[in-house]
């Protein structure tokens, strides 16, 4: 059962964001300021990403760490309300990000995903060295990363 009226419910879920969310514009106004030019939401590529460097050839995602499931963060939980559903719905968003990470790499293209949780401000030395971290990826030659990266167990 939930805790609010359905009607409360869906206000609520309909003011959530696909687009130009407050990491996403956190993330371009860094890309900006150190002068990386790039377009946004390119939908003549797979998934379309958030973020693309054309010239470096680099697409970039934006992840909420509860809709793509960010391994081992805390804002990735799962509802205890619907969880049949959630689990479902939350399982296929994973799978949708591998296959457009993967369509994206065999189309020649690298591929960096930026997660929510590094945006927050919940360590400032994560926010401190966001600038410093996507420039030195995006300057290097991995075909695909993740920040902050996801540590092994």
Do not use: Q
């Amino acid at each position: 059962m939930d805790v609010v009226n359905k009607e409360t419910r869906r206000r609520m879920m309909s003011g959530i964001r696909a687009k130009n969310t407050k990491p996403e514009m956190l993330v371009r106004k860094i890309l900006f300021a150190a002068g990386y030019r790039f377009r946004l939401h390119r939908r003549d590529l797979p998934g379309v990403p958030d973020v693309v460097l054309p010239g470096h050839k680099v697409a970039i995602f934006v992840h909420g760490c509860f809709w793509h499931r960010h391994a081992g963060c805390g804002f990735a939980t799962l509802p205890t309300t619907n969880a049949a559903f959630w689990h479902a719905k939350l399982r296929g968003n994973v799978e949708r990000d591998t296959r457009v990470i993967e369509a994206l790499k065999e189309a020649g293209w690298r591929v960096l995903v930026v997660w929510e949780c590094v945006t927050k401000g919940k360590s400032t030395e994560a926010v401190t060295d966001l600038p410093r971290s996507l420039s030195e990826w995006i300057e290097g030659d991995a075909p695909f990363g993740e920040i902050p990266e996801i540590l092994p167990h």
